[in-house]
Structures are given as structure tokens and as C-alpha cells.
């Protein structure tokens, strides 16, 4: 019988009623008539004024459960402990309807008390009334999963064992795979994570391995034990994890998902299991991921490979046509970059208007590469038509310092200054934003001294901000103020000593002017330390190794960084190398593509001056 159904009728009827200021509340007369109309009967002394509301009530049908089974004692204790409930009585009301679960072995009722204990707080009883539900039917999943919540929610995390052993082996088995995957989020707010993935890694020991271990729970049972060990700073344990996992099941995206997480310098062995799940048959997802792995490592080439893999597998990602177009842009590709951003735009268009954040942000990165683009080509008129699509406010201090940009390539410097500072500043960082812009458009277009002094205005009161001393420093060195730049490089050393651009600059600038060399390759190896793929502070070491006699290691260690990252600068110093060592053919022929990539850059050039090279 539906107990606590017909009682949630009975109490939202009995509501309707005017309080009264004596007893309960409600006159007799009000619980006789809310009594007659849960029971589906009229009474004869239904007033005239509540019939409206007397005939909207639904009529009793034939498959309904009909209170009169309910003796009057057990029907008065529920009402009881309603009313007590909903008057702010609530341990009274928790009492009363956890008694008459006990009494009618309800898991309506059961659920309610539990309910009742949780809105107001009382996790001991609540536990207590889910306890005793389990305990009664021992079968009921959601009894259990109500003390393993609970537990878990008072951090006793120790006794969660037993219900969640009882809540997988219960799972049927076609929902296993997903209750094993959802169990690092019940034990997200657990404080002691180490003791959660004991307990994890005991209550799953049955699905890891055996003779009848299906592959597929198994995959899943590492991968869950390898995300507790993960929240447990637990690196070794994680990736131990996730080898086993993919033992298991090759095909399975929840081990290489987990080394995505650990991915970097410091532990090769994760790229190791991802690369053995890509070179397979992936999920177009898990490459993308690995693609902005590879992006956030600077290995650009990689992941270009990637991307364009994606493409050719799933030609309607609209993301992976982003991703490929704004490398190809940034690796001055225009003209296929130009296709794909478009490609990008038309399938994210065409998805229609409800688009989210991140959806909004593509489009408008979108946009700046395609103006980016038109720039390029001197079509002025075009790079505003598309600066002129984005229409994201978090996206303006990009698109305006595009279009001072332009403004500047027309030598209204000044004007495109103006644009900048009129940007509004809704928050604190907005000023520092457009500070940045600022300063960058001075030095792209060589304005060094301007920008140094807006710039050392800004860094000379307040917090210290690293990354605003870091370009005061590169001005300072642009001004041939060298003491100035090495004083701010070292102060940023100092003060944050993981922050590796400052030791690649001071070291590049040693090597750059030959003095200093061994300290230089002592600081650019504590660059590379931090940041072990950055193509850029592998151009510095080359380039020290050079300046040091080892043209044959300055030659391996440039064409790694050439290869990883083809920029004019780094052309310029391995065409210097190979010029040296004698291959002058292979030298000329870097050259070349070092000014296909940026006919502008001042290291090549000079590059070419100094040898009397003419392309």
C-alpha cells in the first residue's frame, strides 16, 4: 500500500484549510473533510464555497489503494507526523514516520524519514533510518545507495566499504561499466582521499582480474581506481593503473583519458599509453585531447598531424578545423588556413543559434585569424568586415587590438593608441588587458621606447606582476639598457623561480652577445627543465652550443627545434650552423622557408645581411 503517497495527499489537501490559533492548527471539521476527500467521498457538510475545489479532486479508481485499509492508529501517526514535519517539528515528525516504516516495512515511508532527517541537518539519524531501511530489505539498491551518500557525506569514509561493494556487485551487468565509473564522484568531497581509494581499489577487488573478469569492467575498475589515486596525488599508483586498464581493454578511452590528466615532462610514461590507444582505432574526442596536450607542450607540428587526423576521420568537427586553421595561420599557411577557418564557421553556423560560450569564443577566434588573414594581404576593408562579426564582449579587447593594428599599418599609431584605452574596464583585469595591448602594438611596430615607459609606469607601485616585468625586460634589452635587463630578469628568478622565460632570455641574451657561455647553458638548461619541449628555449641551447664550438650538437639540437616548430628565428640561427659547417645548399634552402614563414623577422635578416645572402 502507498502509504506516504496517499498522506502526501491527504496533507497538501488538509493545507488548504484556514489556521486556526489552538491546537494543531486545523478545526476538526477541516480533518474530517480533508479526511473525506483523500478517501475519493463527499460529505454532506462540504460548504457551498469549496465545492469548485471539492470537484477538481480526482475520483478514486478501481486499481487506486484505498486508505480504509490503513487502521485509524497507523493513519494518526502519519498525519501526526506530517503535521509536526511541516509545523518545524521535524524530529518529532522524523519519529513518528520512521516508527510506522518499521510497522508497514513501507520504502515510501522509509525514504521519507530519511528525507525528513536530511532537510533538517541531522545526519546521524538520517543514516540511522537508511540503516534500518537497508536492514529491512536487504534487496532495496536505493536503501543502499542512501547509506553509502550518506556515510560519505559525514566523511566516514571507512565504513562506506560494505555498501559500495554491495552497490556494484547489485548493479545488473549491463549497468555495471557506468556504476564503476560514476564512483570517483561520490568520493569527490571526501577530505581524506589516500583512505578513499583504499577503499575504492577494496570494494572493486573482485572486478580486476580473474578468469571470469569481463574486460570491459575490468578497463573500467582500474580507470576508477587510477581517478582515486589521481585525487590522491598518487602519480606512480595512477599510471600503474591505467596500464593495467588498458591491458585489459586496448580499445577502452579510460586509460588514455587518465594519462591526458598526467601528460607533461615529468611523466613520458603517460604519453606512452595514450600514443598506444591513438595509434589504434581512437575516438575522435580522446585525439583532440591529446591534440591540445600537444599543444600546450608547444609541439605544434604533432599536433597539427593530429588535427589534421581528425579532420580526415570526422570532416563535421567544427573544433578541429579551429585548432588546424589557426596553426596553419600561425604557421603563415594563409590560404589553407583561410579554408579551414571557414569550414570551421560554416559548420558551427549551421548548427544553429543556441550556441554556447565556448561556441561563441571559437567563432571569434575564428574571425581575428581570418582579419589576421586579410591584414596580411593589405584588404584592410575585409579584416574589418570580419572584426566586425565578433560580438562577444569578452572577445573586443582582441578584436580592437586587431583593428589598432590596422590602424597602425596606415600610420595612424596614435589613432589605433585611442581605440585601446577607450575600452571599457568592467573588472580589475581589464586595465591590465589593454595595457598589454598596447604595449604590443608599440613593439610590433618597433616603438620601443613608448612602450618601455608605459610599461615601467605601470610595474613601478603595487604588486609585482612577472609577466609585466618579464616584457619590461625585453624592452630594456630592445633599448640596448642591458644591465637594466638582467637586473629584472634576475629579480623575477628570484622571486619566481619556475618561471622559465627569465632564465631562457638571460641566457639567450648571453649567448647571443658571446660572453658568459657557460653560465648561459646553465640557465637555459634550467629553462628547459620546466618547459623540456619549448622548441624556442631549444633554439637558445643550440644556439649557446654553437657560440661554444659544438656545431655538431648546435646542428642536432636546432634541426629538433626547426622540425617541432618551423619559425623564421630558429631558421635563421640553424641556417647559420649549416652555412658553417659547409652545407650551404641546405642552408639557403632554410633561409628560404624561413621567409616564406616571416619575411620581416630581424634575426633573419641580419642572418642574411651578415652573409651577404641575397634569396
Known sequence: MDYYGLMLQFTRILFQFPLQPFGCGIPPAGIALAVAITLGLTPAYAQPSRAPALAAAPAPTASSPLVSAMDGELFYQLLLGELNTFGGESSTGYSLILDAARKTNDAKLYERAVTIALQSRSGEPALQAARAWSKAQPASREANRYVLQILIGLNRIGETLDPLKSEVASSPPRERVAVISAIPRFYARSTDKKLAANVVEQALADSLSGPSTNPATGASAWTTIGRMR??????????????????????ADGPPTLALSLMGPKTPQAEQIVRKYIDGKPQVEIRMAYARALLDAQRYAEATTQVQAVTAEKADHPQAWLVRGTLEVQDRKFEQGERSLKRHIDLTLAAGTNRTPETNRGLAQAYLSLAQIAENRKDFAQAENWLGKIDNADDMVSAQSRRANILAKQGKMEEGRKLLRALPEKVPSDGRMKLLAEVQLLRDFKQYKPAYELIAEKTKTGTPDYELLYDQAMLAEKLDRLDEMERLLRQIIAAKPEYQHAYNALGYSFAERNIRLPE???????????????????DSLGWVEFRSGNTAEALR???????????????????????????????????????????????????????????
Open 230 to 251: 589521481l585525487d590522491a596525488a598518487d602519480t606512480p599508483g595512477v599510471l600503474d593503473a591505467a596500464r593495467r586498464a588498458q591491458a585489459l581493454d586496448p580499445a
Open 520 to 538: 648561459a647553458r646553465t640557465l637555459i638548461l634550467k629553462a628547459l627543465e620546466f618547459a623540456p619541449n619549448d622548441p624556442f628555449i631549444s
Open 557 to 615: 639540437v636546432l634541426e629538433a627545434a626547426y622540425k617541432s616548430r618551423p619559425d623564421a628565428e630558429i631558421a635563421a640561427h640553424l641556417g647559420e650552423v649549416l652555412w658553417v659547417s659547409g652545407k650551404r645548399e641546405q642552408a639557403m634552402a632554410i633561409w628560404r622557408e624561413g621567409m616564406a614563414l616571416n619575411a620581416e623577422n630581424e634575426t633573419l635578416l641580419e642572418t642574411l645581411k651578415r652573409f651577404r645572402v641575397k634569396l
